[in-house]
């Protein structure tokens, strides 16, 4: 006889993240090989000792981060909404089933804000594929993508050396976009930034012609000022030696 089934979201049941998360899952592999902790060092400079309200956690707040690169979340409204429903990502973020995962603009206050004109995200993104190689979760061989360098109009003798704001990566970028753009449909002003830290900063070539264009210069390869076509979306540098495997192909 065909039964109505009982409403099982009411029903209680003893369980732990722990049985819940896949012992093949992704997030199992990179806990695994990457110790988090010394984020805590690196960015504990940047936090006030003894003033204002508590934090989020440094750690929780950059494993955020990386599971929103990870899984291709683009927006950090996306990826709080992801987190509160996912119990492996709890699991990563060492985070209870009912415990609140904090809102979005305050990921989004605390990443603009508290680390705008810092190397930290560099610093910190070196440190764990670093750990990755060691631990063998990562090859160790360079990535190479579908870019393709375009030859501006430009003569590579008309320029002068600036210093230049370094920018941010393409994933950093695109989470601050969504950002705005999430505060705009809203009604909500932009996010302020904090001025009173000075932007990181690299002596580069400009072109006087085309100040759009940049300078490349590479064995085998033709000198002068091109454009970079499509490549691969990075998080935090768009170059580096080896790369995030996928869950079964870990060597």
Request: net charge positive; hydrophobic share 35%; charged share 30%.
């Amino acid at each position: 006889m065909l039964k109505t089934p009982s409403p099982q979201q009411y029903q209680l049941e003893m369980v732990t993240l722990e049985e819940l998360v896949p012992k093949n899952h992704l997030v199992r592999k990179v806990d695994a090989a990457i110790d988090f902790e010394f984020i805590r060092a690196e960015v504990e400079h940047l936090y006030c000792k003894d003033n204002g309200r508590p934090p989020i956690d440094p750690v929780r707040l950059f494993k955020m981060m990386i599971l929103g690169y990870l899984f291709g979340i683009p927006s950090e409204r996306r990826l709080v909404q992801e987190i509160q429903v996912n119990v492996a990502y709890r699991w990563f973020l060492r985070m209870g089933l009912t415990e609140k995962v904090p809102d979005a603009s305050t990921l989004s206050q605390n990443r603009i804000r508290r680390f705008n004109g810092t190397d930290v995200f560099q610093r910190i993104f070196d440190r764990i594929v670093e750990q990755a190689y060691e631990q063998r979760l990562i090859g160790g061989h360079t990535l190479y993508t579908d870019s393709t360098h375009l030859k501006a109009n430009a003569n590579k003798r008309k320029a002068v050396n600036k210093e230049v704001a370094v920018s941010a990566s393409a994933y950093i970028a695109e989470l601050n976009k969504a950002v705005e753009e999430d505060r705009l449909a809203h009604g909500k002003a932009p996010l302020k930034q904090d001025d009173s830290k000075e932007p990181e900063t690299k002596n580069q070539k400009v072109s006087t012609t085309d100040p759009d264009s940049g300078f490349m210069t590479r064995e085998g390869k033709p000198q002068g000022f091109f454009y970079l076509g499509p490549s691969h979306r990075g998080w935090p540098p768009r170059h580096h030696h080896g790369y995030l495997r996928d869950a079964g192909e870990c060597a």
